[in-house]
């Protein structure tokens, strides 16, 4: 008889506080189907709710994805980053007071390519820098030069990437070559490269740097002959940092000139007041730089403040206002 009515007392207080934290939350404004979520959770984060209506705290245990065990976490880090992506790097705990603003400043870089996540959070301790960790994904130079070798893909049209990833086909000649007005250069180049070259031309001669073109458009068979050349007098790994094996040649777009003024081989013409301009202005006219001398490491190339690549004028200003080579800005913002 004493254990029943103990039974019954019990069961009356428990229900008076059941009663009470339901009461209490509504009066607080939560919704019935909010208040069933609430009385689910432990009174230690029950008590959360109870301080007054919290709309962040209610945003996660609505979630499909909550975890009443990371609780802490999801508000410790609210609004750092979109909910489900935090959620998510929460509950496979990726995310932790160490990594956290690295993770977050990643995922909201303009660099960040959804397709690379695992590979940056693979390296992502392993570089100096953030920056410098995600330049080195997203242009593959975490793998070896030459690994893993791709067609390049030629519906990019203009914007195409040769490099020592991206190989062009054997046969690939641009059907629109022109011929260099032999007072101004040699060799041939795609005809809209050569108007773009010509108002390029135009304003440097009106400053006095009278460029001319020392190399345009070389063909597979050329650029075989050009680096086999080099092979008999430097070995492979230094000839690939200043050649371009066949078919990983940017001549072979037709849309890549090597200039000089006279007076200065391509060596020494880095050290011209035109090359000076030409690194600053070329973009305006829709040409970069394509191996800038901070960037050797990505490019895979010594500095040729020579080496002009076409891209057009909208693609060529981004690429330079952003301090880009063109191969992580190819993978950024047009693969
Ligand atoms: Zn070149």
């Known amino acids: 008889m004493k254990k029943v009515l103990i039974l019954v007392l019990l069961a009356l207080l428990f229900c008076g506080c059941e009663k009470s934290l339901d009461k209490k939350l509504q009066e607080l404004g939560y919704s019935e189907e909010e208040i069933l979520k609430i009385s689910e959770l432990n009174e230690e984060h029950q008590a959360l709710f109870l301080e007054g209506f919290d709309e962040t705290a209610l945003k996660y245990i609505k979630d ?33 007071d160490k990594n956290a603003e690295k993770l977050f400043k990643m995922y909201s870089s303009e660099n960040f390519i959804a397709k690379n996540e695992n590979l940056y959070l693979q390296y992502l301790d392993s570089y100096d820098s953030l920056e410098e960790m995600m330049e ?62 010509l108002k390029l031309l135009e304003d440097a001669r009106a400053l006095g740097y009278n460029l001319y073109v020392v190399s345009a458009f070389r063909s597979f068979a050329y650029q075989d002959g050009l680096y086999n050349k080099y092979l008999r007098s430097d070995p492979q790994e230094v000839v690939d940092t ?40 070329c973009c305006h006219y829709g040409f970069i730089i394509r191996y800038p001398a901070d960037k050797t490491d990505i490019t895979g190339y010594i500095e040729e403040p020579w080496h002009i690549r076409y891209l057009g004028v909208e693609t060529a200003e981004d690429v330079y206002a952003r301090k880009m080579t063109y191969d992580e800005y190819y993978a950024c913002f047009v693969e």
């Open 136 to 197: 080195i994904v997203n242009t593959k130079r975490y793998e070896a030069l030459f690994s893993d070798i791709e067609p390049v893909d030629m519906s990019k049209g203009d914007l195409i990437l040769v490099n020592k990833y991206y190989q062009l086909s054997e046969d690939y000649v641009p059907d629109d070559l022109v011929d260099i007005d032999p007072s101004l250069g040699r060799g041939q180049i795609r005809g809209k490269v050569y108007e773009a070259y």
């Open 64 to 96: 499909m994805a909550f975890d009443e065990e990371k609780f802490e976490e999801y508000l410790k880090y609210d609004g750092k980053l979109e909910q489900s992506l935090l959620m998510r790097l929460i509950n496979d705990g990726i995310l932790n």
């Open 242 to 281: 200043y050649s371009a094996r066949p078919g990983h040649s940017e001549h072979q777009t037709g849309m890549a000139m090597d200039v000089t003024v006279p007076g200065y081989s391509l060596d020494d013409f880095g050290t011209t007041d035109a090359a000076k301009w030409l690194n600053e202005n």
